[in-house]
């Protein structure tokens, strides 16, 4: 019995299990009655405040004395009331959508044990559960003998990536530091993700030195260019280290040419990386995989099941083909945590692999879909996500009004400007795109202020392109073509002034 509990004068441990339950059940009937998981096509995506007015009707003040249950559960429906529903049919804004039921009872689960994943002491099946995942994950990406671990998303993911890389180029950098290296610099595409800059920031190189080299207008690194900026950086003194390609753009869902970019790799010894945080899912599809062709010879790759997959924030996978480099890479061997004594067999302790010290079961998540649905359900979730994308892009190709950004479909995300009736058929100057420019943020205004539908816009800047759309399709809830349609129709409906 705690000590609070016989302060209160209760049992404690006996009642506590009952009391748990109550209390979950009452928040699984809420996410019920407020239909969190499965929102229906007519109730609102979100229901949106300006942050001002949502801080009045929100219970956000937090008290000294205790509150009952009943009131707490109030508090949560307000919460969920006023959280956009990512699980609606609707939510088309980001690289993410609803959560594969199976993942969500992954992350119930390893929360209500509220386990650790660093040793196999304290999280014995879970250890085996990432080991099993990350084998079958290696092989689908062709790294058979490779090693691999979770992380805490995809820009973690990619950090992995050149750290392994600059360790392997100068080892000594672990104990010497910065200082004790030549001038390091990294590639990466114009159009490939920020976090590559964030991370040339924190590990030391400067953003300078992460050196963005030109996409083509499709979005895909061009290797002639890699090249140019190679030979460059070497007639600079500088030493070239890590290449990072991407499978999937954050904005217009290109692949890099990962044969032509390997080549390069080889010939200038450079660790090539790959970023398939989005488009990684495809290699679940016999269908779409072709365009991650030569991912299996780069030297780690990240991707993201929390994407794409449906898996729930956050799944990221970090793989690598060297084994043995991320232990090397990463272990600082504290005796309190890893013991070299232990009764069991060590080498199952992973935690030493990883930045982190506590580190939370994603790979549950990933290993309980995988398991419910096979490669063959993920395969049909991702194609279904792949043809609802392809659909919407065929529709609106020739439609009046919208116009695609690029020509070709690639990936689930498509690109599209919609020029309203007043704007069309008039000289496209670059005070008419100034116009455009507007068009997207205010039709987003007007439908999410309605709560109908939620989608994405961006310009790319870096290409000199005005604001468009950005229609994002995930595995979850899986879409339909009626649904591409009543996009088209919304975005129809709300441009009119
Ligand atoms: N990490 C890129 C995801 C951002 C987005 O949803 O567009």
């Known amino acids: 019995i705690s000590i609070v509990a016989m302060a209160e004068g209760g049992c404690g441990e006996s009642q506590k299990p009952a009391t748990v339950f109550d209390f979950l059940s009452k928040i699984v009937r809420l996410l019920q009655d407020e239909e969190a998981l499965q929102p229906r096509r007519n109730d609102q995506v979100v229901q949106f405040q300006h942050p001002r007015e949502l801080q009045e009707l929100l219970p956000l003040a937090l008290n000294k004395d205790p509150l009952p249950d009943d009131d707490i559960v109030e508090a949560c429906r307000q919460v969920i009331k006023y959280s956009v529903k990512t699980n609606h049919p609707y939510f088309f804004n980001q690289l993410y959508g609803g959560v594969d039921m199976y993942g969500l009872a992954g992350t119930w689960i390893s929360e209500s044990l509220n386990t650790n994943q660093y040793t196999f002491e304290v999280g014995p099946a879970f250890t085996l559960v ?61 159009d490939g993700h920020y976090s590559m800059l964030k991370a040339a920031h924190w590990l030391g190189l400067g953003t300078d030195n992460m050196i963005k080299v030109k996409s083509d207008n499709e979005g895909r690194m061009i290797p002639s260019e890699l090249v140019a900026c190679i030979q460059k950086a070497l007639k600079a003194g500088k030493q070239p280290f890590f290449v990072n390609a991407t499978a999937g753009t954050t904005v ?49 790759i990240s991707w993201n099941p929390h994407k794409m997959l449906g898996a729930p924030l956050q799944c990221s996978a970090f793989l690598v083909r060297e084994k043995g480099l991320l232990h090397h890479s990463n272990a600082a061997a504290a005796h309190y945590l890893f013991q070299q004594d232990k009764f069991y067999d060590i080498s199952y302790d992973t935690g030493d692999k990883s930045v982190q010290c506590g580190r939370k079961v994603d790979a549950l998540k990933l290993w309980l ?36 950004v690029i020509p070709e479909f690639q990936c689930t995300n498509t690109c599209f400007w919609y020029i309203p009736p007043r704007l069309r058929n008039q000289e496209e100057t670059p005070e008419w795109w100034e116009k455009v420019n507007s068009v997207a943020p205010k039709i987003k205004e007007r439908l999410v202020l309605a709560g109908c539908l939620m989608i994405g816009y961006t310009p790319l800047s870096h290409k000199g392109i005005k604001n468009f759309f950005r229609m994002v399709v995930t595995c979850q809830p899986p879409a339909t073509v009626e649904d591409m349609d009543y996009v088209i129709e919304k975005i129809e409906e709300y441009a009119i002034d």
């Open 130 to 190: 990432e080991h099993a995942v990350l084998t079958h994950t290696l092989n689908m990406f062709g790294l058979a003998n490779g090693d691999g671990i979770f992380c805490p998303g995809g820009s973690i993911s990619n950090m992995y990536g050149i750290v392994l890389a600059r360790y392997k180029k100068v080892p000594d950098i672990k104990t010497k530091g910065l200082s004790s290296a030549p001038p390091l610099v990294a590639f990466t595409s114009d």
């Open 252 to 300: 217009l869902g290109a692949f890099d040419p990962f044969e032509a970019l390997a080549d390069i790799c080889t010939e200038y010894h450079l660790w090539l990386h790959v970023d398939a945080c989005w488009g990684g899912s495809l290699m679940l599809s016999k269908k779409f995989s072709s365009v991650l062709k030569g991912i299996s010879r780069a030297d780690s």
């Open 369 to 404: 879909m995988w398991k419910a649905r096979g490669d063959s359900g993920l395969e049909k979730v991702v194609d279904n996500a792949m043809e609802c994308a392809r659909y919407f892009c065929d529709r609106i190709r020739n439609r009046p009004g919208f116009r695609l």
